[in-house]
C-alpha cells in the first residue's frame, strides 16, 4: 500500500502541476480570444439611436461618440445631434 501512494504522489509531482497549469492557463487564453473577434456593433434599433437630441444629451457630448459620424457601440452612420440610450456623458 505504500509503494502505490508513493507512485501517486510522483503522479504530481512540481513538473505535473506546473506543466498543467500551463496548459490550462493557453487553454483559457485560447477560448477568450474569439470574444474579443466576436464582438460587434449594436443596431440602431436595439440601441433606440434617434437623430434628435435628448435635452442636453447628444452624441457630440458622449463619450462613445467617434468624430465625425461614427460611436463606439453603435453601428452606421451617427448624426452628433443624435441620441440613443447607451449615452454617456464625455468627460472633461
Known amino acids: 500500500m505504500d509503494r502505490i501512494s508513493r507512485i501517486q504522489w510522483r503522479a504530481l509531482s512540481r513538473r505535473a502541476v506546473v506543466v498543467r497549469s500551463l496548459a490550462c492557463a493557453a ?6 480570444a474569439p470574444v474579443e473577434e466576436a464582438s460587434a456593433k449594436m443596431a440602431q434599433k436595439i440601441a433606440e439611436y434617434q437623430e434628435t437630441p435628448k435635452g442636453d444629451q447628444q452624441c457630440s457630448n458622449c463619450n462613445l461618440f467617434q468624430e465625425p459620424n461614427a460611436c463606439t457601440l453603435v453601428d452606421g452612420e451617427i448624426s452628433p445631434t443624435g441620441w440613443c440610450k447607451l449615452w454617456v456623458k ?3
Do not use: T
Open 27 to 32: 487553454g483559457a487564453a485560447a477560448s477568450l
Open 90 to 92: 464625455k468627460a472633461g
